[in-house]
């Protein structure tokens, strides 16, 4: 079949999600940046023109974020507690800053992964069916 190919014919790449998604690149070419700031996602790629308008997470990353960061914070602060009974304000000093630091590092990621596994399992706000 000749001529222009129509948005059926058009197939996404092959570009594994989890890695897309951690590197913060566009889930269907690979290439193009996923984010235009910290967690705003662009409109549509540079590379490859996908549409983002109808992609939304929700806050799915940040509830996962919370539990991957929130388990060794909370057993940790637990385990130095048992062990060596620092004063609370050093509790207080590290465990919250942990905390954020951690959440902040991984959101970006999260968020991309999250958008990869939603344009991978074609959920119906990631579909580009016109």
């Not at 549509?44 to 996908?50: H, L, P, Q």
């Not at 990353?61 to 385990?79: K, T």
């Not at 590290?94 to 990621?109: E, F, I, N, Q, T």
């Amino acid at each position: 079949m000749t001529g222009t190919p129509t948005r059926q014919d058009v197939q996404p790449a092959r570009i594994d999600p989890i890695r897309a998604g951690l590197l913060c690149r566009c889930p269907n070419c690979g290439r193009g940046p996923l984010y235009a700031g910290f967690l705003e996602v662009v409109d549509r790629c540079r590379a490859c023109g996908f549409d983002f308008t109808r992609l939304n997470t929700g806050d799915g990353a940040a509830v996962f974020i919370i539990q991957i960061v929130g388990f060794p914070v909370v057993f940790g602060a637990l385990a130095v507690e048992i062990a060596f009974a620092p004063p609370m304000w050093l509790h207080l000093l590290v465990w919250p800053a942990l905390a954020v630091v951690g959440s902040l590092a991984l959101m970006r990621p999260g968020k991309g992964v999250m958008i990869a596994l939603q344009m991978r399992n074609r959920a119906a706000e990631a579909r580009n069916d016109d």
